[in-house]
C-alpha cells in the first residue's frame, strides 16, 4: 500500500445495528420479545453482533429502533440489582458473564426508525449519529462462526484498499433472486472488485453468483444518495440501490471471509447456527455433539 493511500484511508470507529425489524417469522416467539433477543447459545443475537463489532475496536454502537425494542437497551444496561445480588452470593463468574453485556455510557445510542420503509432508509436515520466518517453495517440476524470475527477479517482489507466493502459469498445461481449480487470487474479469490451491484435479481440475469451478506463498511458519501429516499425492489428503500450508484465514484470491494454464516432471520437457519455455535463451545462441544447423536439415533 502507497503512503498517500494510507493516509486517505480513514478509521473505522463507529457501527450501525439496524434492528427495527418486527421478526414476524418467529411468531409467536416475537411477539413481546424483540427479534434481535433470541438466543444463540448463551447469548442474545444482537450481542453475538456488538461482540464482534468490540472486537474489531469499534467504538461506538449506534442501533437503529423502532416501537417495543427497550429489551436491546437495558440488555446493555448495567442491572444494579442483579450485581447486588450476585455479589452477596459470591457469583464471581457469573458477573464476569454480566460484565461482558454492559457497554459504557455515550457509546451505545439510538435512534428510531418510524415506519418499515427498508435497510436502506434504517442506515438513513442513523446519518447524524455516524456524521462524515466511515462507518461499519452489522445486520444481527447473519452470523459467522470463524476464528477471526468477520468484520476484523473486512477491517484488515480495508485497511489496505480503503473505499467501501462488503462480506460477500458464492450462492446458488437459482437463489439470487433473494440477494444483493456484485457485478464483477476483477476477482482475485479474495477481494473482488465491484464495478456493480444488482438487488435480488432474476437468476437468468444474474451476473454472478457473489452475494452480499449483511456486513458493510460504507463511506459517509452514502447518506448523500439514500438522502433521495428511491424506492426499490420490494417496494422499500434499498441500501445496495444507493450503494450501486455511488461505484465509479468511490471503489468498492467484496471480500471473500473465512467462515461459515447461518441465517438467522430464518428458522432453519437459527437451529443450524444454535447447533454450529454449540458444537464449537469450548464448555459444551462434547456433550452437545453427543446430544445430537442420540437425538438424530432416536428418530431412524
Known amino acids: 500500500m502507497n503512503g498517500s493511500l494510507a493516509m486517505s484511508i480513514r478509521p473505522v470507529r463507529k457501527a450501525v445495528f439496524p434492528v427495527a425489524g418486527l421478526g414476524t417469522r418467529f411468531l409467536p416467539a416475537t411477539k413481546a420479545m424483540p427479534k434481535e433477543m433470541l438466543t444463540l447459545v448463551d447469548r442474545p443475537l444482537i450481542q453475538h453482533a456488538v461482540d464482534e463489532a468490540r472486537a474489531a475496536g469499534i467504538e461506538q454502537f449506534i442501533f437503529v429502533t423502532s416501537r417495543g425494542k427497550g429489551a436491546l437497551e437495558d440488555h446493555f444496561d448495567s442491572n444494579y440489582d442483579l450485581k447486588r445480588t450476585l455479589e452477596k452470593r459470591g457469583k464471581t463468574r457469573e458477573l464476569g458473564i454480566l460484565q461482558t453485556t454492559e457497554i459504557d455510557s455515550g457509546q451505545l445510542l ?87 451491484l444488482v438487488e435480488k435479481p432474476d437468476p437468468a440475469v444474474a451476473p454472478s453468483t457473489l452475494s452480499i451478506i449483511g456486513r458493510y463498511i460504507l463511506q459517509p458519501e452514502i447518506f448523500h444518495e439514500l438522502e433521495a429516499k428511491r424506492v426499490g425492489a420490494g417496494g422499500e428503500i434499498q441500501l ?61
Open 110 to 196: 439510538f435512534t428510531r426508525q418510524r415506519e418499515p420503509l427498508g435497510l436502506g432508509h434504517a442506515i438513513w436515520c442513523a446519518r447524524h449519529l455516524v456524521g462524515d466518517e466511515p462507518f461499519a453495517i452489522l445486520l444481527a440476524d447473519d452470523v459467522v462462526l470463524a476464528q477471526k470475527p468477520c468484520l476484523q477479517q473486512m477491517l484488515d482489507a480495508y485497511n489496505q484498499v480503503g473505499g467501501n466493502m462488503v462480506a460477500v459469498v458464492d450462492v446458488p445461481r437459482e437463489q439470487t433472486n433473494r440477494y444483493g449480487i456484485l457485478d464483477v470487474e476483477t476477482d482475485d479469490g479474495r477481494l473482488a472488485k465491484i464495478r456493480g
Open 240 to 300: 445496495t440501490d444507493s450503494m450501486a450508484r455511488l461505484i465509479g465514484r468511490q471503489s468498492f470491494h467484496g471480500l471473500r471471509y473465512e467462515g461459515t454464516r447461518y441465517d438467522c432471520g430464518d428458522k432453519i437457519g437459527f437451529i443450524e447456527a444454535n447447533a454450529a455455535f454449540a458444537l464449537a463451545h469450548p464448555d459444551m462441544g462434547s456433550k452437545v455433539r453427543e446430544a445430537l447423536q442420540r437425538i438424530i439415533g432416536s428418530t431412524r
